[in-house]
């Protein structure tokens, strides 16, 4: 599906790039930032962004670059920078207003974000505005500032200083010249603006002419090729009692005769090599001409059209919104004698272009003061992960795995979900999961069968799982285990292994899980038996004589495989017996030996 955003743009930003000056920002709230609690019995989960380590009481971000957040670590808002717009520099006359602005590539949508956080000469101040304002005394102001996004802080700024200038100072002003566009057409208008100058300074202090010193006093003017090929514009500043530096000058702008590149673009911004989207959400691209229509020759007119559809002449395509895959798809535009052709991008629309996640909740049954972690379960591989805890998106949570630790019951009723993107595809989870916090920890089970048999000499492994755990290694209950109602000593894990079994392991078992002070809750017991070693049959048919480990013989006494030579039973086969016979012709030689070289 796709997300349509409103775009901030500065009016001074004119000359920068989109990348510069708009980053599209997902909706939001501000939420409270609290880290992802931890201790012994509620340890760290490693993510993208958050490490295993806990430090008083916290899951540690893999850098200063991540807040920690109650979702674990996220990226924070790239850090701003204070700067004055193009047409001032660093500068200022006492008693003028100085403005400056807290810039950073990342916005937010109205009423969301970003916050902002302003320190003026070293003193916190209560603007919380994109751009601030002071007066300008007799010493330079130094600014500060950095931007909340979501509830996410960044780090502060560094120093920006606007310097106090005086009668008998030398300015550090470079005048310039900003003329827009640089190239167009004859008949088309451009702007030309004298600008680097200080704050305060008066308009006549800054003078803008033309090649014979003449004012200019409208900024914006109709290029006429013909006579303005060889004249040029001067910029210079004048206050008494300052010294400036020597003006500058700029030649008119290039004359364009044609355009000189086409591309496809989605929206503001070129669309991506691969397009894929819903139908019902289906993108319109644009055919977008380099300079812009609006700076190339009024005539003859561009006439543009579409590889994928004949139907479509005009600079939009509004794809149908039925599924159809368009494979190599290009926009051309025609102007006289001029042709263009962008590159090629492929486009998908389709209800099923990636398979729907699922949410994963470990434990599916957490309590309170435990720890609980969602992942969205996906086998795309290059996706972007995004989540919603009751319908609000988590804001800066793109990692594949969240988690909440010191969980309380006020949780109970949180609905999860997940959405993967690929390629400006976005589908949701199939599922929302509810994580609903418990005040008991859930009895465990012993995995598998009631009733286990186990071949002399083989592996015992049982395993204890519980809905309030997380199956990993990072283990929120604790763990105890039993053999016929007496404790086994050193047994604390949620896996009991014994690696050669004997007569004596044969036994009902059971697994003990506690968290904290709640009461412990103990499993069903388990039967284990242990049987003889090899592989079990009745008559020779059950022993694979292909097998090398076998004869291909049963013995129907034993009702066991009689296994090859060199092998012995143990466990539920037979197993390779070299090793423990080389070992022994060399301790039969070493013994040999020993009186000898004595």
């Known amino acids: ?74 990226e924070k808002p790239v850090k701003p920078k204070v700067i004055v717009d193009p047409r001032h520099n660093a500068e200022s006359f006492e008693g003028a207003t100085v403005t400056v602005t807290c810039f950073s590539p990342i916005v937010g949508l109205a009423g969301l974000g970003p916050e902002y956080k302003w320190t003026v000469d070293g003193k916190a101040v209560t603007a919380t505005t994109l751009t601030h304002t002071a007066t300008m005394g007799k010493k330079d102001i130094k600014f500060k500032c950095a931007l909340k996004l979501y509830g996410v802080e960044s780090d502060m700024s560094d120093e920006f200083v606007v310097k106090f200038i005086k009668n008998g100072d030398t300015s550090t002003a470079k005048p310039k010249i900003l003329v827009t566009p640089a190239e167009l057409a004859d008949g088309r208008t451009f702007t030309v603006l004298c600008i680097g100058y200080p704050f305060g300074l008066d308009s006549a202090g800054i003078k803008l002419t033309d090649e014979k010193d003449q004012a200019i006093t409208k900024p914006t003017i109709t290029f006429a090729a013909s006579t303005m090929a060889s004249k040029k514009f001067k910029c210079a500043f004048e206050k008494t009692g300052i010294t400036f530096k020597s003006g500058v000058e700029q030649k008119y702008p290039k004359e364009i005769k044609t355009m000189e590149s086409v591309d496809i673009y989605m929206g503001a911004l070129p669309a991506p090599d ?127 795995t969240i988690q909440y630790g010191a969980l309380a019951s006020s949780m109970t009723g949180g609905v999860f979900k997940c959405s993967i993107s690929k390629h400006g595809f976005t589908v949701e989870s199939a599922a929302a999961h509810t994580v609903t916090v418990e005040t008991d920890i859930q009895k465990p089970a012993i995995a598998g069968p009631k009733t286990k048999e186990v071949g002399k000499k083989g592996e015992l492994k049982l395993t204890c799982n519980s809905d309030s755990d997380v199956p990993t290694a990072n283990k929120i209950l604790s763990y105890t285990w039993a053999k016929n109602g007496n404790a086994i000593a050193k047994a604390t894990k949620s896996v009991y292994t ?97 009186p000898r070289l004595m």
């Open 498 to 594: 014994v690696k050669e079994t004997k007569d004596g392991d044969a036994g009902k078992y059971t697994c003990t899980t506690a968290f904290k002070a709640l009461p412990k809750k103990t499993s069903d017991e388990v039967k284990v038996q242990v049987i003889a070693a090899g592989v079990k049959c009745d008559d020779d048919d059950d022993c694979d004589g292909n097998e090398k480990s076998l004869t291909g013989k049963c013995d129907k006494q034993q009702k066991r495989c009689v296994c090859a030579k060199r092998y012995e039973a143990e466990g539920s086969e037979c197993v390779s017996g070299v090793a423990q016979t080389v070992a022994s012709v060399f301790f039969v030689l070493v013994a040999a030996l020993v």
């Open 1 to 74: 599906m796709w997300c349509y955003r409103r775009l901030l743009k500065v009016p001074w930003a004119e000359n920068k790039t989109n990348k510069e000056i708009i980053q599209m920002a997902d909706v939001a709230q501000i939420t409270n930032v609290n880290a992802v609690t931890c201790n012994a019995d509620s340890k760290c989960v490693k993510t993208a962004y958050t490490t295993a380590d806990c430090k008083s009481n916290k899951c540690e971000c893999i850098s200063n670059k991540y807040a920690q957040t109650i979702e674990g670590c996220v």
């Open 274 to 400: 691969i397009v894929a989207s819903l139908p019902a959400n289906a993108p319109t691209l644009t055919c977008f001409v380099t300079p812009v229509k609006d700076y190339l020759p009024a005539t003859p007119k561009i006439e543009f059209s579409w590889s994928s559809t004949k139907s479509v002449t005009t600079q939009d395509w509004a794809i149908d919104k039925t599924a159809k895959s368009y494979v190599d798809v290009t926009c051309t535009a025609t102007q006289g004698t001029t042709t263009k052709t962008s590159r090629k991008i492929k486009v998908t629309i389709d209800d099923n272009y990636i398979a729907k996640p699922t949410v994963k909740a470990y434990p599916p049954k957490p309590v309170k003061d435990s720890r609980v972690q969602l992942t969205c379960d996906t086998e795309e591989k290059d996706v972007q992960y995004s989540w919603t805890k009751d319908g609000t998106t988590i804001p800066g949570q793109h990692d594949h």
